[in-house]
C-alpha cells in the first residue's frame, strides 16, 4: 500500500497535511521520442533532494524552483510533480496546486497520490462534493488505500454526516487496525457526538500504543475532566506540567481540575503559577476569579476579573464573570431576607435588588459574544425572576419604591 501513514503523524489527518516526499517505483511508460538517460535521473534526484530541504526551511520559492529542474531533467518524475503540487499550496496558489496535481494525474491515472492531493485540496475549500469525487475516483485504482478512506472520513465529518464518517474510518481500519490517525479521527467525532466514554476507549488505546504522544494525553485529559473523572484528568496533567514545567496552559488546566476536586488550595498554587508563567495572558487569571467566586470570595474575584478586563479589553468573558459574582452576591444578600423578612432586615432586601441589577447589566454586556449569549440570557432571566419577587417584598415590607 503506497503511502502508508507514519504512526507518528497522527495529528495531522492525511487529508490535511501529510506531506509525502519518498518515490515509489514508477510504473509510468516513458516517451519513445525521448528517454531519459541515468545521469538526468540522478540530476533530477539531486534537485528533488534539494527543493524537499527548502521545503522544509519554508522557502517555497526556491522548492519550487528545484522541483521544476527536477520536472526538466525528467518528465516523468511523478513524486516531483506531487512536491511541486505542495509547495505551491503552502503558498495559497490554489490554481498552480491543481494544475500539477492534474498533471501527476495525466502522467500516472493508476496512482493514487493525485487523486488524494486533489481530495484534500478541495476539501480545504470546502468543494466537498469534488472532493469526495477524487477520493472516490482513488478508491476505484486502489480499495484498499487507507488515505484515501480517511480523506472520505474526514470530508463527511466537515460536512456533519458522522454515521458515513465512522463507515469510511472503520473501513479504514480493517485494512490497518493500528493506524493512529484513523483512531484519533474516530476518537474526535465521539467527542463532537457527545460521546466522550465512546471517545475515551479510542484514545486508550492509541497512548497504550504510543504512550508519550503529547496531543492525544491532553485529548484524552480533556475528555476524562468532561466526564468527571478528576482522579485521571489530573494524573495525566500532572505528569505534563513534570515534563514541561514552563508551559503555562498544564498549570491552568491541572488548576481546573483542583477546583472540581475542591482542592482549593492546589489549584490557586498551580494557577498562580500559571500566572506568573504568562503574565500578559488572562487565561490563569479567569480560573482565578471562577475559584475565588466557588470559595465565596467575591471581592478577590471582582478584582481579579477587572484586572483580566484590562489585559483584555475585548474580551467579553470578563463581563461574564462580573455577572456571576454580582449575581452570587444578590443571591446571599436575598437569603439573608428570606429567611427574615422584616422591617430591620429591608437592608438585604435592598442589596439584593442592587446585586442584580448590576449582574443583569454585566451579562448585557457579555451576551453580545455570541458564545457567551445563550448563558447570559439564562443569569438575566433569573435576575429579573428574583428582582420581581424583591420588589414586590419591597412593597410590602419596606414602606414601597422600587429600584
Known amino acids: 500500500m503506497q503511502n502508508k501513514l507514519n504512526s507518528m503523524c497522527f495529528l495531522a489527518i492525511i487529508v490535511v497535511s501529510l506531506f509525502v516526499w519518498c518515490a515509489p517505483t514508477q510504473t509510468v511508460q516513458e516517451p519513445t521520442a525521448k528517454k531519459t538517460t541515468e545521469e538526468q535521473r540522478i540530476e533530477a534526484e539531486k534537485h528533488y533532494s534539494i527543493g524537499f530541504e527548502y521545503y522544509k526551511q519554508g522557502n517555497y520559492d526556491e522548492a519550487i524552483k528545484?522541483?521544476?529542474?527536477?520536472i526538466e531533467g525528467w518528465p516523468q518524475f511523478y513524486a516531483?510533480?506531487?512536491?511541486?503540487?505542495?509547495?505551491?499550496?503552502?503558498?495559497?496558489?490554489?490554481?498552480?496546486?491543481q494544475h500539477q496535481y492534474e498533471k501527476a494525474k495525466a502522467l500516472d491515472p493508476k496512482d493514487p497520490r493525485s487523486y488524494e492531493g486533489l481530495g484534500a485540496l478541495y476539501t480545504e475549500l470546502t468543494r466537498f462534493?469534488?472532493?469526495?469525487?477524487?477520493?472516490?475516483?482513488?478508491?476505484?485504482?486502489?480499495a484498499t488505500n487507507v488515505n484515501l478512506l480517511n480523506g472520505l472520513g474526514y470530508v463527511y465529518t466537515k460536512m456533519g454526516s458522522y454515521d458515513t464518517a465512522l463507515e469510511y474510518y472503520n473501513r479504514s481500519l480493517e485494512y490497518e487496525p493500528e493506524n493512529l490517525t484513523t483512531m484519533f479521527a474516530i476518537a474526535d467525532i465521539f467527542i463532537e457526538t457527545n460521546e466522550p466514554r465512546k471517545a475515551t476507549a479510542y484514545l486508550e488505546a492509541i497512548i497504550e500504543k504510543k504512550p508519550n504522544i503529547v496531543e492525544v494525553r491532553e485529548k484524552l485529559a480533556q475528555t476524562y475532566?468532561?466526564?468527571?473523572?478528576?482522579?485521571?484528568?489530573?494524573?495525566?496533567?500532572?505528569?505534563?506540567?513534570?515534563?514541561?514545567?514552563?508551559?503555562?496552559?498544564?498549570?491552568?488546566?491541572?488548576?481546573?481540575?483542583?477546583?472540581?476536586?475542591?482542592?482549593?488550595?492546589?489549584?490557586?498554587e498551580a494557577l498562580n503559577t500559571a500566572r506568573r508563567l504568562a503574565p500578559t495572558s488572562a487565561a490563569p487569571i479567569y480560573q482565578l476569579v471562577d475559584l475565588n467566586i466557588k470559595r465565596g470570595r467575591y471581592t478577590a474575584a471582582e478584582e481579579l476579573a477587572r484586572e483580566a478586563l484590562n489585559i483584555e479589553p475585548n474580551n467579553l468573558y470578563a463581563y461574564l464573570l462580573l455577572g456571576d459574582i454580582y449575581i452570587r452576591r444578590g443571591y446571599d444578600a436575598r437569603g439573608k431576607w428570606m429567611n427574615n423578612k422584616s422591617t430591620k432586615n429591608c437592608s438585604f432586601l435592598d442589596a439584593a435588588i442592587s446585586y442584580f441589577n448590576t449582574a443583569i447589566s454585566q451579562y448585557t454586556k457579555a451576551k453580545s459574544d455570541a458564545q457567551l449569549s445563550s448563558y447570559a440570557n439564562n443569569e438575566i432571566k433569573r435576575s429579573n425572576t428574583w428582582l420581581e419577587e424583591l420588589r414586590e417584598d419591597k412593597w410590602f415590607y419596606c414602606k414601597g419604591g422600587s429600584q
Open 66 to 70: 528545484n522541483f521544476n529542474m527536477a
Open 80 to 97: 516531483a510533480y506531487i512536491a511541486l503540487a505542495k509547495a505551491f499550496r503552502a503558498k495559497n496558489d490554489i490554481a498552480a496546486t
Open 129 to 142: 462534493g469534488d472532493a469526495i469525487g477524487e477520493y472516490e475516483s482513488g478508491l476505484r485504482i486502489d
Open 225 to 268: 475532566f468532561e466526564l468527571k473523572n478528576y482522579e485521571s484528568a489530573a494524573k495525566i496533567y500532572s505528569d505534563l506540567v513534570k515534563e514541561q514545567p514552563d508551559n503555562y496552559r498544564y498549570h491552568i488546566q491541572l488548576g481546573a481540575v483542583y477546583v472540581e476536586q475542591k482542592k482549593f488550595q492546589a489549584a490557586e
